[in-house]
């Protein structure tokens, strides 16, 4: 479903005088529908680099990423046009960030349950029902459904982010380090859901920190070096 | 599946004062200037293009003075291009301008203040802009009906009740006028106006200036769901870049009345390519 080839990010950064930096350097790997891919390597190696492109947060410098979407049949994202972008973005392709960026003055409730009435039409009640057994089950207390994450606690808030990553059951699913301030009850929790996926057919692509995690949760392990 | 963009804008260019044949060639990002060195005038827009698709919201981010009201403005038929083409693509249009594709420029006044009456609702950077002070927050939310040929007064007022209701205006204080409102409420009169005749385009010109955190965010909560609601496409323009952030999902990039750089929000926000922008995103992290 997924082949990315010869996939290269320089940034140029043109600020106090020019400055490039690298951020992954040709970078080759495929993944199969239905199949979890784990990528494993050193900090600063360019793991989230690698995420951010497939997501279309970084602009790819070269190389191609070729996407087998379920709308448009076989696409590059690596120079698919913005508006094509945000139709898979929407309906196909979710992410969790590495770093916890809730959305600013958001209700936690609302955070989750968007992606719900951006992708199907159903109610904001019948979202928010969904939205709030999945909190439930991710055990984040009642008392915050409706407080703005950015005085969460870490896990809470990384909690949040998985909740509306995986709520609209994506086609495909990045994660960047999603298990990484939670506990070690709720990495299990937060580990049966992404099976879950997987069982129903999503196909993930997620960057751990422990081998053991990776190990255990993927079909394929691409290390970086 | 081909997703046909509900504006078209092309080659938009306004010029305030005489203007030359070189206006547009001697200003713009190049030469940091919006002011032409040989005839003195000045370029608010210029050859600005892009599209809207349905549904989108679309952010507009630059420095002060880099033309983005004024972009705003020429959408609304405030004030008259230079030059340009401005298409709308959408069936409620067809029953006042025709079937064919026509530049909405080029249409007559009464044509123009049809569209701004049943196609486009705007909310000024100002509520001055956008409202008169001295009469009541209901007779400004009525004077757009009546425009739109509401006649029934009974009617109007349960359509301005019902405006108050969804952008949480009290109803107690629908004959007050709107000079006694505070900034944050004077904002939702506004938006309740521009609501006031179902509009498909929204267009918000920094909504949340001036107002203190919580007002800002129960504004971005209201059009968060306004959006959700009613699937408008919306345009605003914003200096800061956490509202974008939260709005929008595309992003352009003004600078000198010209777009340096457009794309997914996130994208400009974490890999900006254009110098400026780069400098703009980094300025307020
Ligand atoms: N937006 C950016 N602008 C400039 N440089 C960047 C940007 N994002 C990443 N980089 C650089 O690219 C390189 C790879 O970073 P990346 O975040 O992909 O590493 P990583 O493998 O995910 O590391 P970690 O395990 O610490 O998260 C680093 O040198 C980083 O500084
Ligand atoms: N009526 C006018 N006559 C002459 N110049 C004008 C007029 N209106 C605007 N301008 C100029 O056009 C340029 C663009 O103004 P505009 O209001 O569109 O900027 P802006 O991007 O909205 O800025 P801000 O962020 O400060 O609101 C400015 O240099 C402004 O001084
Ligand atoms: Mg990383
Ligand atoms: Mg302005
Ligand atoms: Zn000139």
Redesign the interface.
């Known amino acids: 479903m997924i082949d990315v080839i010869g996939l290269s990010k320089i940034f140029n950064i043109r600020i106090n005088g020019a400055k490039v930096i690298n951020g992954c350097e040709n970078i080759n790997f495929s993944v199969k529908e239905g199949e979890f891919l784990s990528i494993l390597g050193p900090s600063g190696i360019g793991k989230s680099t690698i995420l951010k492109c497939l997501y279309r947060t970084y602009l790819p410098t070269k190389g191609e990423i070729y996407y087998e979407s379920s709308i448009f049949g076989k696409v590059n994202i690596a120079r698919v046009p913005d508006r094509k972008m945000i139709v898979l973005r929407n309906r196909e392709i979710g992410y969790v960030s590495q770093f916890l960026r809730v959305i600013p003055r958001i209700s936690a409730i609302d955070v989750v349950l968007e992606p719900l009435l951006l992708k199907n039409q159903i109610s904001y009640k019948e979202a928010r029902k969904r939205a709030e057994e999945l909190l439930f089950q991710l055990r984040i207390p009642e008392y915050l459904f409706d407080a703005y994450p950015s005085t969460f606690s870490g896990g809470e808030q990384q909690r949040i982010n998985i909740a509306r990553a995986i709520i609209w059951k994506p086609r495909l699913l990045l994660l960047d380090e999603p298990t990484a301030s939670l506990d070690k009850e709720s990495v299990e929790i937060v580990l049966s859901k992404f099976l879950k996926l997987k069982e129903e057919g999503s196909t993930l692509i997620g960057v751990f920190h422990q081998e053991e995690i990776a190990k255990s949760i993927s079909d394929k392990i691409y290390i970086m070096k | 599946?081909h997703?046909q963009p509900i504006v078209e804008l092309k080659n938009l260019t306004k010029i305030y004062g005489k203007g030359c044949n070189l206006c547009v060639e001697n200003t713009g990002p190049e030469h940091e200037t919006n002011i032409c060195v040989n005839c003195n005038s000045l370029v608010a827009c210029g050859n600005v293009s892009f599209?809207l698709?349905p549904g989108?919201t679309l952010g507009i981010v630059g420095e002060s003075g880099s033309g983005k009201s004024s972009l705003l403005k020429l959408l609304n038929f405030d004030i008259e291009p230079t030059l340009g083409e401005f298409y709308i693509n959408h069936e409620k249009i067809n029953t006042f301008v025709g079937n064919e594709k026509v530049n909405l420029f080029n249409l007559n006044s009464f044509q123009k203040r049809l569209i701004k009456n049943h196609i486009i609702g705007i909310v000024y950077q100002y509520p001055y802009l956008g409202l008169r002070m001295k009469i009541s927050a209901g007779g400004n939310i009525a004077e757009n009906l009546i425009m739109a040929e509401w006649r029934n007064i009974e009617k109007i007022r349960k359509k301005i009740s019902e405006l108050f209701e969804k952008t949480e205006l009290p109803i107690d204080r629908m004959d007050e006028q709107p000079e006694k409102f505070s900034g944050g409420m004077q904002q939702r009169v506004q938006i309740a106006k521009a609501l006031s005749n179902n509009p498909i385009i929204l267009l918000l010109d920094e909504i949340t200036n001036g107002l203190d955190?919580s007002v800002?965010?129960r504004i971005?909560?209201l059009i968060?769901n306004l959006h959700?609601?009613h699937n408008l496409s919306i345009i605003i323009v914003s200096h800061d870049l956490?509202v974008i952030?939260?709005l929008t999902?595309?992003t352009i990039v003004m600078k000198y009345g010209r777009i340096v750089e457009?794309?997914?929000t996130?994208?400009i926000l974490?890999?900006p390519?254009h110098?400026y922008t780069?400098?703009l995103v980094?300025s307020q992290l």
């Open positions: 599946m997703i599209e698709y989108e955190v800002q965010a971005l909560d968060r959700w609601q956490s952030r939260v999902q595309r457009v794309g997914l996130d994208q974490e890999d390519q110098p780069q400098l980094n």
